[in-house]
């Protein structure tokens, strides 16, 4: 088992910036492919970014690409989303996620997920 606990949510203005942080327990979190989900109200849970355990490669939704970097440290068994230029439309509960395989499609009934973390974009 992983256990995974999201950090560094709050309220933000729009242009602003936000870090979300995952800390892992547990099993060795290097050895899975990790990301970020975000839930808005009303919406189903989407892809934001994911990062290879073997290659480091990072994937992004297109909502994201260009604002969104994420990163891992596998010393301190973390994971991290630096958020900048944010928007309202980023408003939502934002879930970090680990598996052995594709995190992009992964389902929320599969795989480690942590409880969420909220984050809030004023216009």
């Known amino acids: 088992q992983v256990q995974l606990v999201e950090s560094g949510g709050g309220l933000a203005q729009a242009g602003g910036s936000l870090r979300l942080s995952c800390a892992a327990s547990g099993r060795t979190f290097s050895n899975y492919n990790k990301g970020w989900f975000r839930q808005a109200p009303g919406k189903d849970r989407e892809f934001v970014a994911s990062i290879s355990w073997i290659s480091s490669s990072t994937t992004y939704a297109d909502s994201v690409k260009g604002r969104f970097t994420i990163s891992r440290d596998d010393a301190k068994n973390m994971m991290y989303l630096q958020m900048n230029s944010l928007k309202p439309e980023d408003t939502a509960v934002y879930y970090c996620?680990?598996?052995?395989?594709?995190?992009?499609?992964?389902?929320?009934?599969?795989?480690?997920w942590g409880q969420g973390t909220q984050v809030t974009v004023s216009s």
């Open positions: 996620a680990a598996h052995w395989g594709r995190i992009a499609t992964l389902r929320p009934d599969v795989g480690f």
